[in-house]
């Protein structure tokens, strides 16, 4: 595992011209969305455009449908036994290869995505307000967090699967997440049933609820572990699986 920054650079130079125009494609998409959005509301009669809040969503939509379903085929050559082998056999480090399309889908493609909405809702909104006064407290890093995790999760999805990653993942994100949120529900209930109030003889229901102890634990003991988790551990987790997913290509 070696990293060399005259090699890395080679490698994105290298990217950006075999792949000009796949990238070409995205971008004129993205920009092509926002403008068909702007027609359809005056062909419909609709101001709202004119308004900061109505970006609000736009801008998650762009970054989280088109910044995930970038990330999705940001290692395309995977669909084919030659593609793949022809990308392995690139001359840098696997770490490079791997940093580079990592870079690619969660910092320079959302960026283009943030500055395009950005600059598209400052031309039409009319009056002082911004895209960016209607995300009020820590929403921001909170949905850049939920991004990270995301972008994570359909890295190694882009790796794992050659074809369809982005319905794939998806599905098999939806699964793993309901499967690991119903395990630790049942661990919590089993562990700690003495800080609810109410029947568990059959099971969790309505009529159980947690008490004041055990909100107190929630807030001061749960809630802070797993902020911690998601923060620092999770997506750092993915991504080193991701990498060694990548390595396992090699075989």
Do not use: C
């Given at each position: ?24 494609y995205?971008m ?35 970054l989280f449908?088109?910044g995930?379903?970038?990330t ?11 593609g ?47 895209l ?13 967090l ?28 939806l ?56 923060k620092?551990?999770?997506a ?11 390595k396992?290509?090699?075989?």
């Amino acid at each position: 595992m070696n990293f060399n920054i005259t090699r890395f650079g080679n490698l994105i130079k290298r990217d950006f011209i075999t792949h000009k125009k796949a990238l070409f494609y995205a971008m004129v998409s993205t920009i092509g969305f926002l403008v068909f959005i702007i027609l359809f509301a005056r062909i419909t009669g609709s101001e709202d455009f004119r308004h900061a809040s109505f970006w609000k969503p736009v801008y998650l939509g762009f970054l989280f449908v088109l910044g995930l379903s970038f990330t999705s085929v940001i290692f395309r050559e995977f669909k084919t036994p030659a593609g793949r082998v022809q990308f392995l056999s690139l001359p840098a480090s696997n770490l490079e290869k791997w940093a580079s399309r990592w870079l690619y889908s969660l910092f320079l493609f959302p960026m283009f995505i943030v500055l395009s909405v950005w600059i598209t809702s400052s031309m039409v909104v009319s009056g002082e307000s911004n895209l960016w006064d209607h995300f009020h407290g820590d929403e921001l890093f909170y949905i850049s967090l939920g991004f990270v995790l995301l972008h994570a999760s359909m890295f190694i999805y882009a790796i794992w699967f050659n074809n369809l990653v982005a319905f794939k993942g998806t599905i098999f994100g939806l699964v793993a997440t309901l499967a690991f949120a119903g395990i630790m529900a049942g661990l919590f209930w089993l562990i700690f049933n003495d800080l609810f109030e109410g029947s568990f003889r059959a099971g969790p229901s309505e009529y159980v609820s947690m008490n004041a102890e055990g909100q107190a634990f929630f807030k001061h003991k749960v809630q802070p572990v797993g902020e911690f988790l998601i923060k620092f551990f999770v997506a750092p987790y993915l991504w080193v699986v991701s990498y060694f997913k990548m390595k396992e290509k090699e075989a």
